[in-house]
Every structure is written in C-alpha cells, then in structure tokens.
C-alpha cells in the first residue's frame, strides 16, 4: 500500500529555486523536488510537532528516502523582478521566480512503501502541521490522502541516470540510507566542505514531456495598462517638500529624457507642442510619508495609462540631479518601489474620504476679480478645477502653514513673482477617492491633497 501526501497552494503560487541554480536565472523548481519534502518535514517536526518521538519521525523519514512519484496540475512558470535600493549601484534589480497553478489544485506524491500505523499517523500530523514549502511565502495546506482521482497521471522516477535524455527534469533526492545529518544543512554549508550537492543526496530523472500535463496555450494578454509608478528616493540630503515643484520638474525632463522620442504622456504635448486638454496625461508628485517635510518618494500618476516604452523609460531611471542650482534641492538616487494601480501603489494619496487637505498649496490657474475677495476668489477657483476633474462640489476652508515658503514656479520659467498659493481643506458630501490634485502646476506637484 503507498503513501500519499496531498499539498495544495492557496494562493496558486509555489516559490522555490532548483538546486544548482540561481534564483537570479529566473527558473522555479517543478515539481517540488523530494529532497526538498524530507526537509519540509523535518523542520515541521522540529518545530511545530515535538511531541513525536524522534524514533517515529526518523523511520517515517527514512522510508520516504525512496524517490515518489507525482501526479501534477497543471502549470506554468513566472517570475517577478524588483529593483532594491543600493547605495552604490542605485539599484539592484531581483528576480522572484515562482511557479503557478489553479488555486485549490493539489499535487499528489506517492511513496510506493508500507507504512506501519506509528509512521501513518506522523505523516498525517506532519502534514497537517506543514505551512509552507519552498519558501516562506509559498504558503501551502497537506494532508495524507485515503483517495486519489481514478485519472490521476502518475509520472515516475527514472533512477538510472545514464539513460536520461531529452525532455526530462532533475530533481534532487535523497541516498539510501537517508543522512539524517544532511537534511538540516544549509547551502552555504555544502559549499563550506566542498560540495556541490548535500551529503547523502543523489539526482533522479523524471519526465518532463510525455507524463507531466503540458500547460494551457497563453491566452492574449488584457491586463490594463499601469497608471501608475512611485520611486524611494535616498542621497546625502533629501529634497525639501517646499520645493516639490522644482523635484517634479526634474522628474519630468529625466523620464522624457530616457524615453527619447516624444511622448503625450510624460509630456503633457502633442506630436506639434500643443498642450493636452483634460488632466489624463502624466502628474508628477513628490510624497512626505513620514511627515518630516522632506520629499522621500516621487510619483508619476497618469489617469490614461502607461505604455510598455514609458514605463521602461520610467523604471530606467536611476537619479536625478541638475546644474541649475535651487534651494533645498539636492540630487538623489531612484529606486522603483511600486507599478500598478494608483491605489495599490501609492495609496496615501488615493482615500476615499470625505476630507482632503493640502500637502502642497493650491494656485489658482486664474486672477482674482477686483470685486472678489481673496477667500471667495479661491473657493470658486477650487470648485472650478474639481468639476473640469469630474468631481463633484466640495466647502472649501484656509488651512495654515507656511505656504508662502513652497516653490510655485518650474526650472524653466521666467515669470516676475511666483504665484499666488494657499492651502485648503475639501470636505465632500460623500467620500471621494483620489488621488487629487488641482490647480496651476497640478502637474507638477502643486495642488496635491491628502486624505484626512
């Protein structure tokens, strides 16, 4: 009678890298390899079932040293790439690789032993108790399973190895008898005595072509295009958020820059220079997260979407700096942080609520009219931009701070004083979700509205 242990992954997702490899090449081990079970189990046992003895849990593993065979779902490989900020380099860009199947799909590995009622019943507690296998995040649910599907296709191990060929994968699997030893040491500690591979440990073919299911054909992709991209920024002295406008400015030149060739999006143009109507089109933002009133992370936001091109262009970019002197602006190191939707990357700016406050002062886009005063004057300027926005109406109330100190003019511009800002608190009949940003410059870190 075999046994069987059912794993299936929740989440649809299996994270390991095969042995020998690095995760940098951007493969995922499939099927999970048996050695890598026997350890899965061990460690379980030491740590989330030490009731068993370790006479039952050393003789369960011991008869499990024999290479399974498996019935699999069916599957496909992906990886993720994030950039993390290095202090040299800018940025060093990491693979995730990973494998996918449907969620709730189990893999089946059969053991072709008898197992005594003592062993039983520790595979099924050790199973139980298993939260996860390859890494930490591949967060599974197993069980010692009484009943498998009549067209379950099983695909054996080929222990020969001197007539593997083609079309078949490696997996790496334990000697008899099982090294209990080997089982808890690390990579580094098989490099440490010389060895590629862990002591006690050998290589078994399995079929890769004939026996496991091919994975579905893709289907064309429909995924939408991302609206947004946020980068940390680091350097010796971050940016002061009072020149939030001039940081936006720079952001804007680099991305344009980097993409070469003129682009609506990033620039706010047509093909002929002409501005775009509408606010679809990219906003640059600078972010205080912490509150300390120092630009510690850029955004660009563009409610139409970003290209393929563009957002090379934007994830290429690794600092900023400019020979216009400003102050409180100093040059900074990029790393991108995030890419999606505006709520899930930069979801300080997004809500919804009720009430949005200033981060940075709203100008108006218009002057005062003589007969108008100065509160009236911005409440209807601030209305204005939130019906061209397609927002409804809003009260409109001062709100202090030091908003004279914000910079409210870009590198480029020649104008005799820079323009007239406030800050002011929204609070909306409903809530609203954002991100907001209105006004002159509004495309240029001005005008930006927090949700409070």
Known sequence: MAAILAIR????????????????????????SPWRILRALYCTWQFRAPHLSEREVLSLLSQLA???????PRCTEAHTRHYMPDNKYGSDKVFDPFAVTARGAEVLVRWEVDLDAAS?????????????????????????????????????PDLDESTAVSGTIRLLAAAKPLDHAALVMSSTQVRHIGRLTPPGTRWVSYSAEADLPAPKSPRPSRRRAPQAVRFAIDGPALPALGVA????DLLRRAAMSKYGSPSATLAGKDANGVPLRGHAHAHYLALDVDADRLIDHLVVWAPAGISDGELRALTSLHRLSTRQPVDGLHPVRLAVEAV????????????????????????????????QTFEEFIGNEVRRELANRGLP???????????????????????GADRHAIGVRLR???????PICLGALSHFGLGAFVPT
Do not use: K, M, N
């Open 9 to 32: 992954f929740p989440w649809g997702l299996y994270h390991a890298t095969p042995w020998g490899h690095s995760v940098s090449e951007g493969r995922a081990e499939w099927p999970p």
């Open 66 to 72: 024999e290479p399974p065979s498996y019935a699999l």
């Open 120 to 156: 039983s019943d520790a595979l099924a507690v050790l199973a139980d108790q298993l939260p996860y296998l390859g890494r930490a995040d591949s967060v599974c649910e197993a069980r010692l399973a009484d009943v498998v599907p009549s067209d379950s296709r099983w695909t054996e």
């Open 245 to 248: 406008v001039a940081a936006c």
């Open 340 to 371: 999606g939707d505006p709520g899930a990357v930069v979801p300080e700016l997004v809500g919804p609520a009720r009430a949005w406050s200033s981060l940075t002062p709203f100008a108006a886009p218009r002057h005062q009219a003589r007969r």
């Open 393 to 415: 109406a809003a009260s409109v109330d001062p709100l202090a701070a030091d908003w004279p100190a914000f910079r409210r003019r870009r590198l480029a511009e020649r104008i």
């Open 428 to 434: 909306f009949a409903e809530p609203i979700a954002g």
